[in-house]
Antibody, heavy 117, light 107 residues
Framework: DVQLVESGGGLVQPGGSLRLSCSIS????????MFWVRQPPGKGLAWVST???????FYADSVKGRFTISRDNSQNILYLQMSSLRADDTAVYYC???????????WGQGALVTVSS | DIQMTQSPSSVSASVGDRVIITCRAS??????LAWYQQKPGEAPKLLIY???TLQSGVPSRFSGSGSGTDFALTISSLQPEDFATYYC?????????FGQGTRLEIK
C-alpha cells in the first residue's frame, strides 16, 4: 500500500526555520507530482507548493521566497524547507501525491508546525 | 486567484437523507474540479475528480456533477461514516484553490 509519512514538525520561534520530510513508500516521488498542503487549526485547506516530475516548482504567494520544496529521489523523500516563519504559518502540513493530474489521491497523516514565542 | 465558494457552510442531516453540497468557481474551470472528504484528525480523502469521476474505492452513493462555474456533490443516502467536512478544489489554474469547506453533521 502507498504510505506517506511526514516528520519534522514542532514548535519554532517567529523568524526561525524548520524542515519537513515526507517519507514515501510504494509511490515514486520522482515519477509523480508532489504537493504540500496546509491547514491552520480549525480552518480549511490551503495549497502551499507543488513539485512536478519535470522539476518545475510552484509556490503560494504567501510562502514564496521563504519555503523551498525538494526531493531526494534515491531515498524517495519529499522535503519542505521553511524559513522566516511567521505566526500565520502555524498549521498541520500535509504532503500529498497525485497520479491524476493535480488531484491529490495520496496523503500523509500531517505534521503540526507551531510558530510561537 | 480563482475563488471557490461552497454552500452551505454547514448542514445537518439524518442517516438515509440525500444531501447536495454546491461549489461555485469565480471563473470557468471546465471540469477541473475535485471533491475531498475529511474526518476530524485525519487527512483529506479524494472522492471525485474531473467533476464527476468517482475515485477507486469510493462508494457509489457519492456522485459529482457540473462544469464551468457550478458544481455539486451529491450523497444519495447518508451513512453514519459520511458525517465529515467536504472540500472542493479547482485545478484549472495555478494556484490550486480549495473551497472553505462544508461541515456535514448528524441531525
Amino acid at each position: 500500500d502507498v504510505q506517506l509519512v511526514e516528520s519534522g514538525g514542532g514548535l519554532v520561534q517567529p523568524g526561525g526555520s524548520l524542515r519537513l520530510s515526507c517519507s514515501i513508500s510504494e509511490f515514486s516521488v520522482s515519477s509523480n507530482s508532489m504537493f504540500w498542503v496546509r491547514q491552520p487549526p480549525g480552518k480549511g485547506l490551503a495549497w502551499v507548493s507543488t513539485l512536478y516530475k519535470s522539476d518545475l516548482t510552484f509556490y503560494a504567494d504567501s510562502v514564496k521566497g521563504r519555503f523551498t520544496i525538494s526531493r531526494d529521489n534515491s531515498q524517495n523523500i519529499l522535503y519542505l524547507q521553511m524559513s522566516s516563519l511567521r505566526a500565520d504559518d502555524t498549521a498541520v502540513y500535509y504532503c500529498a501525491g497525485a497520479t491524476l493530474g493535480d488531484y491529490l489521491n495520496y496523503w500523509g497523516q500531517g505534521a503540526l508546525v507551531t510558530v510561537s514565542s | 486567484d480563482i475563488q471557490m465558494t461552497q454552500s452551505p457552510s454547514s448542514v445537518s442531516a439524518s442517516v438515509g437523507d440525500r444531501v447536495i453540497i454546491t461549489c461555485r468557481a469565480s471563473q470557468g474551470i471546465s471540469t477541473w474540479l475535485a471533491w475531498y472528504q475529511q474526518k476530524p484528525g485525519e487527512a483529506p480523502k479524494l472522492l471525485i475528480y474531473a467533476a464527476s469521476t468517482l475515485q477507486s474505492g469510493v462508494p457509489s452513493r457519492f456522485s459529482g456533477s457540473g462544469s464551468g462555474t457550478d458544481f455539486a456533490l451529491t450523497i444519495s443516502s447518508l451513512q453514519p461514516e459520511d458525517f465529515a467536512t467536504y472540500y472542493c478544489q479547482q485545478t484549472d489554474t495555478s494556484p490550486i484553490t480549495f473551497g472553505q469547506g462544508t461541515r456535514l453533521e448528524i441531525k
